[in-house]
T-cell receptor, first 115, second 110 residues
């Protein structure tokens, strides 16, 4: 089954404790991206990757890091989480950049709480 | 700046037709997408308009007018299961960034 898988789905952590949210897709997609969703703000892009070893900032990259060492994986790293990073996070992928088809395939989401 | 505007809430009755509007302002335009998101779920793709006009997919249709920087999602024969949030989105900056609207919450009443 074609899917985007995120882990963990739920996480409660404390300020400053490094964490990684994993994202994996099995569709051989070139493009992957991370979004955060907060009430009333819709989805805001954190980072995206056009292909292996090619990443760039989205609109809200502060406090986050990413890497793309393999085509299928695109982990989101919070080196020193803070309470304002409490949010619902979505990973998404697409065969090419979103401009080509407009279609993004989303993972089920990871709800992160930073105390 | 780059932005999308859509109504925050819409309420309609089962069996009716509802239209969710979206106006956008972007630097470079490739097309307008629509996504549906149920509570606790992930956004799922509904449609994409790259050219002006109406695209129909079953009970859902999407319209785009590039000259007006405007589009809408039309939902016909509303069902209770259509109660969800609907987001318009545009890719820009070479198509690598996707900007989403804040979402329209649709309530379908019996």
């Amino acid at each position: 089954e074609a899917q985007v898988t995120q882990n963990p789905r739920y996480l409660i952590t404390v300020t400053g404790k490094k964490l990684t949210v994993t994202c994996s897709q099995n569709m051989n997609h070139e493009y992957m991206s991370w979004y955060r969703q907060d009430p009333g703000l819709g989805l805001r892009q954190i980072y995206y990757s056009m292909n292996v070893e090619v990443t760039d900032k989205g609109d809200v990259p502060e406090g986050y890091k990413v890497s793309r060492k393999e085509k299928r994986n695109f982990p989101l790293i919070l080196e020193s989480p803070s309470p304002n990073q409490t949010s619902l996070y979505f990973c998404a992928s697409s065969p090419s950049s979103g401009g080509a088809t407009g279609e993004l395939f989303f993972g089920e989401g990871s709800r992160l709480t930073v105390l | 700046g780059q932005s999308l505007e859509q109504p925050s809430e819409v309420t309609a009755v089962e069996g009716a037709i509802v239209q969710i509007n979206c106006t956008y302002q972007t630097s470079g335009f490739y097309g307008l997408s629509w996504y549906q998101q149920h509570d606790g779920g992930a956004p799922t793709f509904l449609s994409y308009n790259a050219l002006d006009g109406l695209e129909e997919t079953g009970r859902f249709s999407s319209f785009l007018s590039r000259s007006d920087s405007y589009g809408y999602l039309l939902l016909q024969e509303l069902q209770m299961k259509d109660s969800a949030s609907y987001f318009c989105a545009v890719p820009n900056t070479g198509g690598f960034k996707t900007i989403f609207g804040a979402g329209t919450r649709l309530f379908v009443k019996a």
